[in-house]
């Protein structure tokens, strides 16, 4: 075998084993890629949820009851008092499908996600929402607002 050829070899061999390293670095900068984009959805997901639970704790502070649907979280008919901004879509799934779960006596006392997704934070939440951190799933992350000596929530299977 002449010196040309086996130059030509180690060139190509050169060539495989920098395309290879070449793949395996992208392969790990989507996979940081897509974690970074689940944690800003959870962070999301967190943020929306504690702002239907104000809602709703906002509501239930002003009405003495709980609301009967999302919808009357933006606006009372007798005051013109808006307890939510708008109606969130739940982050995970990106549609406005959120599980209520619905008060003992009627009404909606909370709110959860769909999604049967593995969260990535498994600690260090805010008091509101210290019992997430044994959550398996963002389905079991349950934003609800639950006055004192009220039973627990009773989960609604209809979305709002």
Request: with cysteine; aromatic share 10%; glycine share 10%.
């Amino acid at each position: 075998m002449s010196a040309g050829k086996r130059q030509r070899g180690f060139t190509y061999l050169g060539i495989l084993i920098s395309v290879a390293v070449m793949g395996a670095g992208l392969a790990a900068f989507a996979e940081i890629a897509s974690h970074a984009a689940q944690r800003e959805r959870e962070a999301e997901l967190l943020f929306r949820g504690n702002q239907y639970r104000e809602g709703i704790a906002s509501y239930y502070k002003l009405e003495g009851r709980y609301p009967q649907s999302l919808e009357q979280l933006l606006e009372n008919k007798g005051m013109p008092v808006r307890h939510l901004r708008k109606l969130y879509a739940d982050p995970m799934t990106g549609e406005a499908d959120w599980v209520v779960v619905g008060a003992p006596d009627g009404g909606i006392m909370g709110v959860r996600s769909r999604s049967e997704a593995a969260p990535v934070k498994t600690g260090n939440f805010s008091i509101p929402n210290q019992s997430f951190a044994d959550a398996q799933r963002y389905c079991d992350w349950q934003f609800v607002h639950s006055p004192p000596g009220l039973p627990p929530a009773v989960e609604k299977s209809a979305s709002k």
